[in-house]
């Protein structure tokens, strides 16, 4: 595949029709890992490659940053981490859990992105730490390639705290809010890294005081005010 010899994989392009074009992604995916066929390949990236561009571009746009350069670099970043070590973990994944797909190439585009993003301001500012993504900001995307019950239902949880968040947040920008939180929750970024995001428009205090609001909210709406519940969301 043209990856694999450290060409970059132009996302420009129009898909032209192949052989594989009647196959699920699921099967391509697997027809890249196993067979290593390049027409296979070209496939894949005609499929997604216009949305994850998308993805790296919307999660770009977030930390100020609309070069098509470098939206183009990130997208080769999350190509090389899908297909890391042959691709094992994303056949796998697609294996199992095949109607998740488009969830998991979602989050992996937009942690490549927001680790990016997250290492450059470290190392600016003299930061020796690394951050390290778990997850998409999106709940729906998922978070483990082995679908344990432990993590379906997890995911039915993340699910339904999302659910409550867009449908009862108030004040002057709920989609603002509900990104803060799970950037909070989800992304493990801090609150002064939050604030930072040209979209955010509010202080770290600020912020923090959004993280709190939406918290209680759905400690009181979806978990309940039980003795025995717990501090689940930290």
């Given at each position: 595949?043209s990856?694999?010899?450290?060409?970059?994989?132009?996302?420009?392009?129009?898909?032209?029709?192949t052989?594989?074009?009647?196959?699920s992604?699921?099967?391509?995916?697997?027809?890249?890992?196993e067979?290593?066929d390049?027409?296979a390949?070209?496939?894949?990236?005609?499929?997604?490659g216009k949305?994850m561009?998308?993805?790296?571009?919307?999660?770009?746009?977030?930390?100020?940053?609309?070069?098509?350069?470098?939206v183009?670099?990130l997208?080769?970043?999350?190509?090389?981490?899908?297909w890391?070590?042959?691709g094992?973990?994303l056949?796998d994944f697609?294996?199992?859990?095949?109607?998740?797909?488009?969830?998991?190439?979602?989050?992996?585009a937009a942690?490549?992105?927001?680790?990016?993003?997250?290492h450059?301001?470290?190392?600016?500012?003299g930061?020796s730490?690394?951050h390290?993504s778990?997850?998409?900001?999106?709940p729906?995307?998922?978070r483990?390639?082995?679908g344990?019950?432990?993590?379906?239902?997890?995911g039915?949880l993340l699910?339904?705290i999302d659910?409550?968040?867009?449908?009862?947040l108030?004040?002057p920008?709920?989609?603002?809010?509900?990104?803060?939180?799970?950037l909070?929750?989800?992304q493990?970024m801090?609150?002064?890294?939050i604030a930072?995001?040209?979209t955010?428009?509010?202080?770290?205090k600020g912020?923090?005081s959004?993280i709190?609001r939406?918290k209680?909210?759905?400690?009181?709406?979806?978990?309940?005010?039980?003795?025995?519940?717990g501090?689940d969301?930290g």
């Amino acid at each position: 595949m043209s990856l694999m010899r450290d060409d970059k994989v132009s996302i420009s392009k129009s898909p032209r029709p192949t052989r594989y074009a009647s196959l699920s992604l699921k099967e391509v995916i697997c027809l890249c890992a196993e067979a290593r066929d390049d027409e296979a390949w070209e496939e894949f990236i005609s499929r997604v490659g216009k949305p994850m561009s998308f993805i790296v571009m919307r999660t770009a746009s977030m930390w100020g940053e609309h070069s098509r350069t470098v939206v183009e670099d990130l997208l080769q970043t999350t190509y090389l981490k899908l297909w890391d070590g042959g691709g094992r973990l994303l056949r796998d994944f697609a294996i199992q859990r095949p109607e998740a797909i488009w969830g998991y190439l979602k989050r992996t585009a937009a942690n490549a992105t927001h680790d990016y993003f997250k290492h450059s301001r470290s190392q600016s500012s003299g930061g020796s730490e690394l951050h390290v993504s778990t997850s998409d900001v999106d709940p729906e995307a998922g978070r483990d390639v082995h679908g344990s019950e432990e993590e379906i239902a997890s995911g039915v949880l993340l699910k339904e705290i999302d659910e409550h968040l867009k449908r009862c947040l108030t004040g002057p920008d709920p989609e603002r809010d509900r990104m803060i939180f799970w950037l909070y929750f989800r992304q493990g970024m801090s609150t002064k890294e939050i604030a930072s995001l040209p979209t955010i428009g509010l202080s770290a205090k600020g912020v923090g005081s959004v993280i709190e609001r939406v918290k209680h909210s759905i400690r009181d709406q979806i978990l309940g005010m039980r003795p025995d519940s717990g501090d689940d969301l930290g």
